[in-house]
């Protein structure tokens, strides 16, 4: 599996994992100039902005670890010209990290860090 195919195989774990927990999802890999974001969900009223990481092992440390500061710079200004052009400015907002990793056996773990920056 290659690394592209691998991310979308994570990012399909990743909606089930999180429509089993209640989110809403709204998009899935909304794109903009700026960059994308693989998820945007709602929990409640919340409007949640999903980064996902996706892993074969921890060989090269978690998933969560490759949402650098950088990352979370860029991820909040696509997040707010998603703001802008979809509305919902005026809820609350946050940004979660769900890393997947994939074991030799196919099966995920899931690591959902809520409110991650």
Same mark, same amino acid.
């Given at each position: 599996?290659?690394?592209?195919?691998?991310?979308?195989?994570?990012?399909?774990?990743?909606?089930?994992?999180? &429509?089993?927990?209640?989110?809403?999802?709204?998009? %899935?890999?909304? #794109? %903009?100039?700026?960059?994308?974001?693989?998820?945007?969900?709602?929990?409640? @009223?919340?409007? $949640?902005? $999903?980064?996902?990481?996706?892993? #074969?092992?921890?060989?090269?440390?978690?998933?969560?670890?490759?949402?650098?500061? &950088?990352?979370? &710079? @860029?991820?909040?200004?696509? &997040?707010?010209?998603?703001?802008?052009?979809?509305?919902?400015?005026?809820?609350? %907002? #946050?940004?979660?990290?769900?890393?997947?990793?994939?074991?030799?056996?196919?099966?995920?773990?899931?690591?959902?860090?809520?409110?991650?920056?």
């Amino acid at each position: 599996m290659n690394h592209k195919t691998l991310g979308a195989e994570g990012e399909k774990m990743a909606v089930a994992y999180l &429509a089993a927990r209640g989110y809403r999802i709204r998009e %899935c890999n909304f #794109r %903009c100039r700026l960059g994308e974001i693989d998820l945007v969900a709602e929990e409640g @009223r919340t409007l $949640v902005f $999903v980064e996902v990481k996706t892993r #074969r092992s921890r060989r090269f440390g978690l998933p969560k670890e490759a949402v650098t500061p &950088a990352k979370q &710079a @860029r991820l909040r200004r696509i &997040a707010e010209y998603y703001l802008l052009t979809h509305g919902g400015g005026d809820r609350p %907002c #946050r940004f979660d990290v769900l890393g997947v990793t994939i074991g030799p056996d196919g099966k995920p773990h899931m690591d959902l860090i809520r409110g991650a920056f």
